[in-house]
C-alpha cells in the first residue's frame, strides 16, 4: 500500500527567502503530482513528474523526482507572499491518488 | 465548461440523516473520485469509479455509497450521518488512470456538517 510524507507539515518563511519541501514515498508509484491549495478554495494541480530526474519548473516552483530514494522535493525560489498556501504532494498508483497530509507554507513580509 | 461541478456547497445534517452530493462533469472523463479532507490528513480517497456503472472502495469507504449511472455524474450517499462524517469532500475527474500520469479535475468542495 502506498503512502506519502511531507515534510514539514507547516513552513514559516521569509520573503525572499528559499526552501525546499520534502516528500517520501513507500513504494513504488508510478506518478508523483503536485498542488495547491488556499484556504477555503479547491486543489489547483501545479505540476506532473512522471520518470525518474524529472524536473519541472514554473515562476518560482521547481519540482524534481527521484524515484530510486523515492523521493520528490518542492523548491521555492525567493519567496513571495502569494505563494502563501498549503502544498500537498500525492503519488499514483493504478487507479488511485495518495496523497501527503499537506505544507502549510505562510510568507512573512 | 464548467469542468468539475459538486452540489450542494453547504449541508448541515444531524446525526442519522440521509443525504446525496452530487458531482457532475462535462470533460467526458472515465475516472471519477470522491475524496474528503480533514485537518492535519490531506485528501483520503472514499471511493473512485474508472467508467459507467463501475465503483470501487478507497481508503475509507465506510458508511458511504456511491453510483456512476451516467458517465457524467457521481453520487456519494451517507445513509445515516455520523459527526465523524463532518469534512469537506471533493469530487475529481481525471481522463485516464492517475498511474498512466492522468491529471485529476477537482471540483470546489462540499462542506458537510453533521450535528
Known amino acids: 500500500e502506498l503512502k506519502v510524507e511531507q515534510n514539514p507539515l507547516f513552513l514559516s518563511m521569509q520573503e525572499g527567502k528559499n526552501y525546499t519541501i520534502y516528500c517520501n514515498y513507500s513504494?513504488?508509484?508510478?506518478?508523483l503530482y503536485w498542488y495547491r491549495q488556499d484556504p477555503g478554495k479547491s486543489l489547483e494541480s501545479l505540476f506532473v513528474?512522471?520518470?525518474?530526474?524529472a524536473v519541472k519548473q514554473e515562476g518560482r516552483l521547481m519540482a524534481s523526482l527521484d524515484t530510486k530514494a523515492r523521493l520528490s522535493t518542492l523548491h521555492i525560489t525567493a519567496a513571495v507572499h502569494d505563494l502563501s498556501a498549503t502544498y500537498f504532494c500525492?503519488?499514483?498508483?493504478?487507479?488511485?491518488?495518495?496523497f501527503g497530509a499537506g505544507t502549510i507554507l505562510r510568507v512573512k513580509s | 465548461n464548467a469542468g468539475v461541478t459538486q452540489t450542494p456547497k453547504f449541508r448541515v445534517l444531524k446525526t442519522g440523516q440521509s443525504m446525496t452530493l452530487l458531482c457532475a462533469q462535462d470533460?467526458?472523463?472515465?475516472?471519477m473520485y470522491w475524496y474528503r479532507q480533514d485537518p492535519g490528513m490531506g485528501l483520503r480517497l472514499i471511493h473512485y469509479?474508472?467508467?459507467?456503472?463501475?465503483?470501487a472502495k478507497g481508503e475509507v469507504p465506510d458508511g458511504y455509497n456511491v453510483s456512476r449511472l451516467k458517465k457524467q455524474n457521481f453520487l456519494l450517499g451517507l445513509e445515516s450521518a455520523a459527526p465523524s462524517q463532518t469534512s469537506v469532500y471533493f469530487c475529481?475527474?481525471?481522463?485516464?488512470?492517475?498511474?498512466?500520469?492522468?491529471?485529476?479535475?477537482f471540483g470546489e468542495g462540499s462542506r458537510l456538517t453533521v450535528l
Open positions: 475529481a475527474s481525471s481522463y485516464s488512470r492517475v498511474g498512466a500520469g492522468g491529471e485529476l479535475f
Open positions: 513504494t513504488t508509484s508510478d506518478r
Open positions: 513528474l512522471l520518470s525518474n530526474g
Open positions: 500525492a503519488g499514483g498508483y493504478g487507479n488511485k491518488l495518495v
Open positions: 470533460m467526458n472523463h472515465e475516472y
Open positions: 469509479s474508472v467508467g459507467e456503472g463501475t465503483t
